[in-house]
């Protein structure tokens, strides 16, 4: 099987003719840009003659990205981890199975997870079990979401710069100079138009789930009635608490998670700010999609194949 010689930056990298699943990873990528919310409604998914207020356009968006993030997701999967089995193996491709292919086995679940559980048209309160399978599964998914960005990075250092230029613990695709010491500045328009989806995701999301208070779904929404049923419960129970009468107690307990609606947010409790929960996190992942597979195509170039 021949090989592609390329100069880059006054180097020359060996590349097998054998990415034979570069076609599929570019067709997921195109499936992951026509679900985005700013491409969606022109997309074939898009209902056609449609005349839809603001609101009615959001929920119009989150059914189709509920309905069709799922093949799409396992599509980008399937055709990465194709990929890593035909990387020669090195200290390379174990960043890539062990760093990047299995993060994104976790963010899979995570993603079923959060679709099974806050599923559209929910109104039944979660239960606790479902609170923390939710709350589990979105530090896991925007934890991992970085973390395969991470990997990505340490896999370009790997190839492309010495360590006495740059340590490893260093590698950051987000900083232009680490882009530029890896001659991947082709890279750069793509972090530009996506700066402040990196922001939000890094800063507002992975970072407080990591070193900060980290967001959560409430349990339950409350209307004012509903809020004046809790008071009214929380009382009983502090007086059944006070008289050390203890049976009963976790009736009134249920009763009280019994009360309102499903929560269909993202809560922050530092800021008392919210975001819509699931056309967020499906949004994310589909820009997320299409933002890993174009850095990979860009470090293939610079991957050697195992000849068959």
């Known amino acids: 099987m021949g090989k592609l010689v390329r100069e880059n930056e006054g ?8 990415d034979r699943d570069l076609s599929t990873r570019l067709t997921a990528i195109e499936n992951a840009k026509a679900l985005l919310q700013e491409n969606i409604e022109d997309s074939t998914w898009w209902p056609p003659y449609s005349d839809f207020t603001q609101n009615e356009a959001r929920k119009e968006k989150e059914q189709i990205l509920f309905h069709h993030w799922h093949p799409v997701f396992v599509e980008f999967h399937a055709s990465l981890s194709g990929t890593l089995f035909e990387i020669e193996k090195n200290d390379v491709h174990k960043i890539l ?9 976790s963010m899979h679940k995570a993603l079923n997870d959060i679709c099974e559980i806050a599923y559209l048209g929910r109104t039944k309160v979660a239960s606790k079990d479902e609170k923390t399978r939710l709350d589990d599964a979105l530090l896991l998914f925007y934890v991992h979401l970085m ?3 991470d990997a990505l990075a340490i896999a370009f250092h790997r190839i492309c710069i010495e360590p006495e230029v740059m340590p490893e613990k260093r590698a950051d695709l987000l900083e232009r100079n680490f882009r530029r010491k890896a001659s991947i500045q082709d890279l750069n328009i793509l972090f530009q138009e996506n700066a402040e989806w990196f922001k939000r995701v890094k800063f507002e999301l992975r970072n407080r789930y990591v070193h900060k208070v980290p967001p959560y779904v409430p349990p339950s929404e409350l209307s004012e009635a509903d809020q004046e049923q ?3 419960l929380e009382n009983k129970l502090s007086i059944a608490i006070h008289e050390r009468r203890f049976e009963g107690l976790e009736e009134i307990r249920d009763e009280q998670a019994a009360l309102g609606v499903f929560c269909s947010d993202i809560c922050f409790i530092e800021d008392n700010a919210s975001m819509p929960l699931l056309i967020t996190v499906l949004d994310d992942a589909m820009r997320f999609q299409v933002i890993t597979l174009t850095i990979f195509n860009e470090l293939a170039l610079r991957l050697e194949f195992i000849e068959n």
């Open 11 to 18: 180097y020359m990298v060996n590349v097998h003719y054998a």
């Open 230 to 232: 809790y008071k009214k």
């Open 147 to 149: 973390g395969v960005i």
């Open 97 to 105: 199975l062990y760093g990047a292919s299995r993060r994104l086995r």
